[in-house]
């Protein structure tokens, strides 16, 4: 997993590959997920609250519409899952498609914050804290100090000064408690997006299938299909643009594109590695599309022309201020 990373060889990358080992329950992964959204989102503020609403919003789909398991039930059959029991009670509200996006859902949990109290609160009270026990190895899981969140937030602090963790807790009350992100992991993170996304939805898939073994496909019960379309929309904005500047050739078949006869698709499919990345997007014939959609590309054949592809999809971005405004317009979902 460290090979993977671009990093500052004084973080300690090696605690940071243990914090989703042998989980319990699913919150680590949701956890970190949400963290590593807020921060593509550039959002300095990063409270207990949001993080959380994001973990909801994250498993909306997949509890709604397929009704998978998050975590264990009790006697009675009902879920002691805290993100599963809120998803539950927001969508008993009847207020929202199944296959509402992430930002619908968000606006939603805002809305009803009193009736998710409970679920947020027991979730914050141990996830934060826990997540960081790969750097804190010296506190077994039963050391008391795990239940007293002043003293263990002090000895956070403490650790962070010999060995920087990825981030402390303020001094805030309840939900509004603030996620404090070194600089130096805050930069890891950032620069890492793609690589550690991609690893934390391999954690959570591996995961939900355990929990879930006679649902097949957990991979594609994530998210909505209209959401991963909608997600690709400004990319495809960008590169029909892009040709009626210059031409385009199919890295595929080798033939010039037109406006109306291409799909935007995964260089590396989207089962390999669960991201809409710039980098990893392009236009293909569409009728060619269907037939490669779940195989990786031989790359000595085809890598060249998606390169090249690429690099005039970005000299374009730079010579062209309509161009440059639609790159823009992809920031939230493809960079």
């Not at 750097?135 to 239940?147: A, H, R, T, V």
Request: aromatic fraction near 12%.
């Amino acid at each position: 997993m460290d090979g993977m990373f671009i990093y500052d060889c004084n973080l300690n990358i090696e605690s940071f590959i243990h914090m989703l080992d042998d989980p319990t329950e699913c919150y680590k992964f949701y956890w970190l997920d949400s963290i590593m959204q807020l921060l593509s989102e550039q959002e300095d503020n990063i409270t207990f609250d949001k993080i959380i609403s994001g973990m909801i919003a994250d498993a909306w789909y997949s509890v709604t519409e397929y009704h998978l398991r998050m975590g264990t039930k009790d006697n009675q059959g009902n879920s002691v899952n805290s993100i599963e029991r809120a998803v539950n009670k927001l969508d008993a509200l009847n207020c929202l498609e199944h296959t509402a996006d992430r930002w619908q859902v968000l606006e939603k949990i805002e809305e009803n914050e009193k009736l998710l109290h409970d679920e947020k609160y027991q979730i914050s009270k141990n996830v934060p804290y826990r997540l960081l026990s790969s750097f804190m190895k010296e506190l077994g899981g039963n050391d008391p100090l795990w239940d007293q969140r002043t003293r263990l937030i002090a000895y956070m602090e403490l650790i962070n000064k010999s060995c920087c963790i990825p981030y402390t807790i303020g001094a805030e009350r309840g939900l509004s408690k603030r996620v404090i992100i070194e600089d130096r992991w805050k930069h890891f993170l950032i620069d890492n997006m793609v690589s550690i996304r991609g690893w934390i939805q391999m954690k959570k898939i591996k995961y939900l299938q355990d929990r879930n073994p006679g649902v097949p496909g957990i991979i594609y019960k994530l998210e909505p299909e209209n959401e991963k379309q909608r997600k690709l929309q400004n990319v495809r904005k960008l590169w029909a643009a892009v040709i009626d500047v210059t031409g385009i050739y199919d890295i595929y078949s080798g033939g010039l594109l037109g406006k109306k006869d291409y799909e935007i698709d995964h260089f590396v499919p989207w089962s390999f590695i669960t991201n809409d990345e710039m980098w990893n997007l392009m236009p293909v014939n569409s009728s060619l599309n269907s037939s490669k959609r779940d195989k990786l590309p031989d790359w000595e054949r085809y890598f060249v022309g998606f390169a090249q592809n690429q690099f005039k999809l970005n000299e374009m971005i730079y010579t062209h201020e309509k161009l440059a405004h639609l790159f823009g317009e992809c920031q939230r979902d493809n960079l």
